[in-house]
């Protein structure tokens, strides 16, 4: 029996990828929702805002991909918290209610962009967000922690990095935290087909990039990531064929320069 996957932001740059990959895959039925229908792919039109919409949307769901967002980081208030907190909290409430055994969020590296940019971090290291945007995925992330703990679903988040949804990262910072959408794809794919015993788990979302922040070896024992791509490589190729590679790297990771 195929799993059932509620995945929303389907339209989005990475939610479309994953939404498409996903749907080639095979052992998945996919429900792919957005704020807009899509009737070319079949993405329905859902609000998230919407606690009866979320109930019947969830109902007999195995996992859900969460990668809805409203992009607004001056209205803290009014998008950043009442929305995208507020909806993901009513989100957690629909899949609890329908015994959704796990949530995979998409997060960012931005949770933790305020570490320097010569520092490792690992994914249990205290938050360190650097912009409200950052901010709510720690609060979403918590969320997670709150229910997971509590017994009610497995929480996974995904600190996202750098998505382009092309070929190649495109500057030497971009470098750092690139994924590419094969990687990005598996990585979505080991969080679903994951053991049930993890019941949290934040994690940091890049290829095999030589030249990264984050130490993301230990993901292929505890949930099977194999990245196949490094961005330090293509980097490399794409200067060697003339290409221009933006010099961007900032003294902290998530690209301030304070």
Request: hydrophobic letters at 35%; aromatic letters at 10%.
């Amino acid at each position: 029996m195929k799993r059932k996957l509620l995945l929303t932001g389907a339209a989005g740059v990475i939610g479309n990828a994953i939404y498409n990959n996903l749907k080639q895959d095979g052992r998945y039925d996919v429900i792919g929702v957005d704020i807009k229908a899509d009737e070319d792919q079949g993405i329905l039109e859902a609000d998230v805002a919407d606690e009866k919409q979320l109930a019947d949307l969830t109902k007999g769901v195995d996992t859900i991909l969460h990668f809805a967002w409203i992009k607004d980081e001056d209205d803290f208030l009014g998008k950043v918290l009442n929305g995208n907190v507020s909806n993901a909290y009513k989100l957690f409430e629909a899949a609890v209610g329908n015994g959704v055994r796990r949530l995979v969020f998409a997060s960012s590296n931005h949770a933790t962009g305020f570490y320097k940019t010569e520092q490792k971090v690992d994914p249990d290291d205290p938050y360190r967000p650097d912009s409200f945007y950052g901010l709510s995925k720690c609060y979403i992330e918590l969320l997670g922690r709150l229910y997971a703990d509590q017994g009610k679903i497995s929480s996974f988040n995904i600190r996202i990095g750098n998505f382009p949804g092309d070929d190649r990262p495109h500057s030497e910072r971009a470098g750092k935290i690139w994924i590419s959408e094969r990687d990005m794809t598996q990585l979505v794919t080991c969080c679903i087909e994951a053991n049930d015993q993890l019941r949290y788990v934040n994690l940091y979302g890049t290829s095999a990039n030589s030249d990264s922040y984050y130490n993301i070896d230990y993901l292929q024992d505890l949930i099977g990531y194999k990245p196949q791509d490094d961005a330090t490589e293509l980097l490399e190729k794409a200067k060697e064929a003339g290409a221009r590679v933006k010099q961007d790297e900032t003294q902290f990771q998530g690209g301030q320069k304070k």
